[in-house]
């Protein structure tokens, strides 16, 4: 990097907020243009903060990925709640993301709440916008101007990489001056064992309905690099023997489904040919277990 280069170089920290399924984790996705953080179309499907960090000749951004905000009931989504709201605490820029398509008004509304107590520089993504008329968008933009005072709205398809560049130019340029702080060809501070455990959770959450997802956590038991072969022992918990059968699935084939997919991902991942074994057990109440949350990295 020339002088001048490195005198305008800036760096920092932005918090990706927002209602469950507003297109946090399929936004940070595209940025990076590989896979970091898991998605699926049921809310909630992010529970840990993921970091993910973008460097270009000017600038390093290093996104977190924080999981929905919502109302919460079970300990589990208290605990997921309060890791959102401290990404307003340690973040530089705040990057408010609204899916513009389906609302969900009692998120915006706490969010809201919590913006307006920050001096930090918000700018708001209206994301989805390829599902909504063009006169829909213009009257959100408006909506939301009146509501608090944010740096840019940006109408935005994170999905379809529409508009993505904008967002990207608004936060650089919010980004305080400064050097790297992580080395140039880091791309993520996620482990392997913690993405083997999030993309077997994804094939829970996008394979099964009803309440299985919300009940499902994934534990990584061991995890062994060989000289041809990665073998991976994981456990997925459920809180009720009958969530167990339907994970199972008739003869088996619901959990060697989720075996299946999960393993091409990570194989895909690491590199390296994966043997994935899953086993299912019953967990009961761990959603509401405080010692459980804390072993299972919630």
């Given at each position: 990097?020339?002088?001048?280069?490195?005198?305008?170089?800036?760096s920092g920290f932005v918090g990706i907020i927002g209602a469950p399924n507003a297109g946090k984790s399929t936004l940070l996705n595209q940025v990076l243009g590989q896979k970091i953080s898991i998605t699926s179309k049921k809310p909630q499907t992010t529970r840990d903060r993921i970091l993910g960090i973008l460097n270009s000749p000017t600038s390093q951004i290093i996104f977190i990925d924080t999981p929905g905000i919502h109302k919460s009931?079970?300990?589990?989504?208290?605990?997921?709640?309060?890791?959102?709201?401290?990404?307003l605490e340690d973040v530089d820029v705040i990057l408010f993301m609204v899916d513009a398509s389906s609302r969900n008004y009692s998120a915006e509304k706490l969010i809201l709440s919590q913006l307006k107590k920050t001096?930090?520089?918000?700018?708001?993504a209206l994301n989805k916008i390829d599902l909504v008329e063009k006169a829909q968008i213009y009257r959100l933009v408006e909506e939301f101007q009146q509501l608090s005072d944010f740096?840019?709205?940006?109408?935005?398809?994170?999905?379809?990489?529409i508009q993505v560049k904008n967002i990207l130019e608004e936060v650089e340029e919010s980004l305080a001056k400064g050097p790297r702080l992580f080395p140039e060809d880091t791309f993520t501070d996620v482990s392997e064992k913690f993405m083997v455990k999030e993309i077997i959770r994804e094939k829970v959450f996008r394979l099964t309905g009803m309440?299985?997802?919300?009940?499902s956590a994934v534990t990584v038991d061991s995890f062994v690099v060989e000289k041809k072969l990665i073998v991976i022992h994981a456990s997925i918990h459920v809180i009720r023997d009958s969530q167990k059968g339907i994970i199972i699935g008739k003869k088996g084939s619901m959990l060697s489904q989720i075996g299946t997919k999960a393993r091409k991902d990570i194989e895909q991942m690491a590199g390296q040919k994966v043997l994935l074994k899953l086993f299912v057990k019953v967990t009961k109440n761990w959603v509401d277990n405080s010692r459980l949350l804390d072993e299972f990295g919630y």
């Amino acid at each position: 990097m020339n002088k001048k280069n490195e005198d305008n170089f800036r760096s920092g920290f932005v918090g990706i907020i927002g209602a469950p399924n507003a297109g946090k984790s399929t936004l940070l996705n595209q940025v990076l243009g590989q896979k970091i953080s898991i998605t699926s179309k049921k809310p909630q499907t992010t529970r840990d903060r993921i970091l993910g960090i973008l460097n270009s000749p000017t600038s390093q951004i290093i996104f977190i990925d924080t999981p929905g905000i919502h109302k919460s009931t079970t300990l589990l989504n208290k605990r997921i709640v309060a890791q959102a709201m401290l990404a307003l605490e340690d973040v530089d820029v705040i990057l408010f993301m609204v899916d513009a398509s389906s609302r969900n008004y009692s998120a915006e509304k706490l969010i809201l709440s919590q913006l307006k107590k920050t001096p930090k520089t918000v700018i708001l993504a209206l994301n989805k916008i390829d599902l909504v008329e063009k006169a829909q968008i213009y009257r959100l933009v408006e909506e939301f101007q009146q509501l608090s005072d944010f740096k840019a709205i940006i109408p935005v398809s994170a999905k379809n990489n529409i508009q993505v560049k904008n967002i990207l130019e608004e936060v650089e340029e919010s980004l305080a001056k400064g050097p790297r702080l992580f080395p140039e060809d880091t791309f993520t501070d996620v482990s392997e064992k913690f993405m083997v455990k999030e993309i077997i959770r994804e094939k829970v959450f996008r394979l099964t309905g009803m309440e299985i997802p919300y009940s499902s956590a994934v534990t990584v038991d061991s995890f062994v690099v060989e000289k041809k072969l990665i073998v991976i022992h994981a456990s997925i918990h459920v809180i009720r023997d009958s969530q167990k059968g339907i994970i199972i699935g008739k003869k088996g084939s619901m959990l060697s489904q989720i075996g299946t997919k999960a393993r091409k991902d990570i194989e895909q991942m690491a590199g390296q040919k994966v043997l994935l074994k899953l086993f299912v057990k019953v967990t009961k109440n761990w959603v509401d277990n405080s010692r459980l949350l804390d072993e299972f990295g919630y």
